[in-house]
């Protein structure tokens, strides 16, 4: 059985930061489709971990992550990044 999902605590709440935005709309998404952190993962590069901490904002992700992570979510790049940019100009 899943554990119960823990809501995204970012440190003021509403995202501030690209980072914290970034977390917010891949942990929204994935749940959207229904995938797990391990759903997102790369043999190779992006395992479980790196994952969680994309989403509770405590790593930035580079380029390569971007694009993998897009592809992974049935997304384009700049369609992630263009949801990235709507987040941060949600007002406070």
Do not use: C, N
């Not at 995204?8 to 980072?19: D, H, I, M, S």
């Not at 395992?47 to 592809?71: G, M, N």
Request: zero cysteines.
């Amino acid at each position: 059985m899943p554990r119960p999902l823990r809501e995204l605590e970012l440190p003021y709440g509403v995202p501030k930061t690209p980072t914290e935005a970034f977390a917010k709309v891949v942990r929204e998404r994935r749940l959207e489709l229904g995938f797990t952190q391990s759903d997102l993962e790369d043999e190779t590069a992006l395992d479980r971990s790196y994952i969680s901490k994309l989403e509770l904002a405590k790593r930035v992700p580079d380029l390569l992550a971007i694009f993998h992570i897009a592809k992974k979510l049935q997304l384009e790049p700049h369609e992630l990044i263009l949801r990235v940019q709507l987040v941060m100009k949600q007002p406070m």
